[in-house]
């Protein structure tokens, strides 16, 4: 016998399925506006499924070795100040997603985007990730081979946050 969508037994059960749906949502972010943009996204999906973020900033290691390699700062001195503007733009977002009511923990990797993302969505059982998509032009065809790896092998749904 169908359940009459009117019915409360429906609305109790919608409810639970949709605050369910998402209990661990990850969001890699960096300081570009489309993934300031996605965590906002994510800062809003959240609340409305009860879900607690997980924001991620990953260090890439090989930039910050190649700045060092034909720059004058050492790569030492790089990976300071990389991991300080990391953790600058980790607490902004945090307080915005604590400002709503969401639960947020903070994570700082060093490594390679695509590794890492993988890695932290499997350690921390995430149901969702929540990537940037980023508008430029000319960039359409990096960027798809940059997000690709992730779509092809996250064990959890991954969206793309225009």
Not at 62 to 90: C, D, F, H, N, P
Request: net charge neutral; proline share 3%.
């Amino acid at each position: 016998m169908p359940i009459d969508p009117r019915s409360s037994h429906a609305k109790t059960f919608c409810a639970m399925a949709t605050s369910q749906l998402f209990k661990k949502i990850l969001v890699p972010v960096d300081n570009s506006k489309y993934s300031i943009g996605a965590a906002r996204f994510a800062v809003n999906l959240a609340r409305a499924h009860e879900s607690q973020l997980i924001f991620l900033h990953i260090v890439e290691v090989r930039a910050i070795e190649t700045m060092a390699r034909y720059g004058s700062e050492s790569k030492e001195s790089l990976l300071v100040k990389a991991e300080e503007s990391g953790w600058k733009i980790l607490y902004s977002l945090e307080e915005e997603a604590v400002s709503q009511h969401v639960k947020v923990a903070l994570i700082l990797e060093e490594g390679t985007a695509q590794r890492i993302i993988l890695d932290s969505a499997a350690k921390y059982n995430v149901d969702l990730i929540v990537l940037g998509k980023h508008r430029k032009s000319g960039s359409s065809r990096k960027e798809s081979l940059a997000v690709e790896p992730i779509i092809e092998h996250a064990e959890c749904p991954v969206m793309l946050a225009k």
